[in-house]
């Protein structure tokens, strides 16, 4: 495997897969079970004693044998680290200069335009609920946003064009 066809930095795939090595003799359901286990007891710990309780004793934790303990937290961990990469944490692994010059190639992409609506279509729709005589436009504006996945503005522009909005009084100069 190349480094381009990792998915993953090579640090927390190793990390993962020295987990997972520990706990295989356990089986895949023992492991769930203890994992969720393990997962409860730290709420608990965490409801009772906050964040930092320094290892004060709970009541009512869940048994985890003790040789197993270490390897679900070795596994909970690796898991913590791998969805935290997956939900924005990549820059945690990647050198300052690389993530510049991602970011400077994402941005030299073309932009991908909203799509393209019938402005016919919109103006139909509008008519038909009788934009122009409703008090509550807003919430005819709201709905069409949502039937069509088009914003707001869009909407309002089309409303304005199609002439079913009142014009605007100009200021006289005086």
């Known amino acids: 495997m190349t480094n381009t066809d990792r998915r993953f930095p090579k640090v927390l795939a190793d990390e ?3 987990a997972l090595s520990a706990v295989r003799e356990l089986g895949p359901d023992l ?3 203890l994992l969720a286990r393990f997962r ?3 709420t608990k710990c965490i409801a009772t004693w906050g ?5 004060a004793p709970v009541e009512g934790l869940e048994y985890i044998p003790v040789e197993h303990h270490w390897k679900i937290e070795k596994l909970d961990d690796a898991y913590e680290k791998l969805h935290h990469y997956r939900n924005g944490g990549a820059v945690d692994y990647v050198a300052s200069a ?3 010059e991602v970011s400077k190639a994402r941005a030299s ?3 991908q335009r909203s799509k393209k609506v019938d402005f016919e ?3 139909e729709y509008l008519k038909s609920k009788q934009f ?3 008090k509550n436009q807003k919430k005819l504006i709201e709905e069409a946003k949502n039937h069509f996945n088009i914003s707001e503005r869009t909407v309002r522009g089309i409303a304005a064009k199609a002439g079913l909005t009142k014009a605007r009084k100009q200021p006289t100069a005086t």
Do not use: M
């Open 16 to 18: 993962l897969d020295f």
């Open 31 to 33: 492991t769930e079970d």
């Open 40 to 42: 409860r007891n730290r």
């Open 51 to 55: 964040l930092f309780n320094g290892g």
């Open 98 to 100: 690389v993530a510049k």
């Open 109 to 111: 992409l073309p932009r």
């Open 121 to 123: 279509v919109v103006a």
């Open 132 to 134: 122009s005589e409703i």
